[in-house]
């Protein structure tokens, strides 16, 4: 079945960085890579997602990468604030399936 | 802005007891899931639903495990004897079509 690594497990940047958190997935079948944000006690909360007939979306300080042939994506945060600190994850799911498969998150915390 | 929300918050209960836990998708959604995150681990798929039917589910979704959408807002899931070992947070999740939007969850604790 299909399997998503997520690098790296923490991240600590200064405010006014950029952050970058990067995912691999195994199936080639996979087509859809939502990108969520949770924070302490909550749900998670869709941030950006990308489907695999694109390569790059953007949304103001957030975007994502899609290298199809790599079988990777990729979650960039510029000018993080401190708002930005919670735990990422990445999923990606297979064309005619209803289930999201998970990454194992990154805590992302910047500092002031 | 329409959401996901779920109830009770948290959950305590001793092993072997039946639980159920609430979700109220959002409204003009057709299709609903339940995920787990174990603490301090990755979010788990267990279980979607779709026209009044399970359409598919993992190997966690065993016979101690039933979802039901009661009436036109509610969707449920149902431990029937509960382990320790399912102690966890439980996400609704819904969506129209491939994005899944998640309610806050529930957090159960078995003792």
């Known amino acids: 079945g299909e399997n998503v690594e997520q690098h790296p497990s923490t991240l600590s940047v200064q405010e006014g960085d950029s952050a970058v958190i990067k995912c691999t997935y195994s199936d080639s079948a996979s087509n859809y890579f939502p990108w969520y944000k949770q924070e302490l006690g909550k749900g998670p909360q869709l941030i950006i997602d990308i489907r695999s007939n694109v390569g790059e979306k953007k949304d103001q300080r957030i975007a994502v990468t899609l290298n199809k042939t790599a079988k990777h994506f990729s979650l960039h945060i510029t000018e993080t604030q401190p708002e930005d600190s919670a735990v990422y994850f990445c999923?990606?799911?297979?064309?005619?399936?209803?289930?999201?498969?998970f990454g194992t998150g990154t805590r992302l915390q910047v500092f002031p | 802005e329409p959401e996901v929300t779920q109830t009770p918050s948290h959950q305590v209960t001793q092993m072997g007891q039946e639980v159920i836990l609430r979700c109220v998708p959002i409204?003009?959604?057709?299709?609903f899931y339940w995920y787990r995150q174990i603490l301090g681990q990755k979010v788990e798929f267990l279980v979607s639903?779709?026209?009044?039917?399970?359409?598919?589910k993992s190997e966690i979704f065993d016979d101690q495990f039933s979802v039901e959408r009661p009436d036109g807002s509610n969707f449920t899931l149902k431990i029937r004897s509960t382990k320790l070992e399912d102690s966890a947070m439980y996400f609704c999740?819904?969506?129209?079509?491939?994005?899944?939007?998640f309610g806050p969850g529930t957090r159960l604790t078995v003792l």
């Open positions: 999923a990606a799911s297979l064309r005619n399936t209803d289930k999201l498969i």
């Open positions: 639903f779709y026209n009044n039917e399970i359409s598919e």
């Open positions: 409204s003009n959604h057709l299709y």
């Open positions: 999740a819904s969506s129209w079509a491939d994005t899944q939007y």
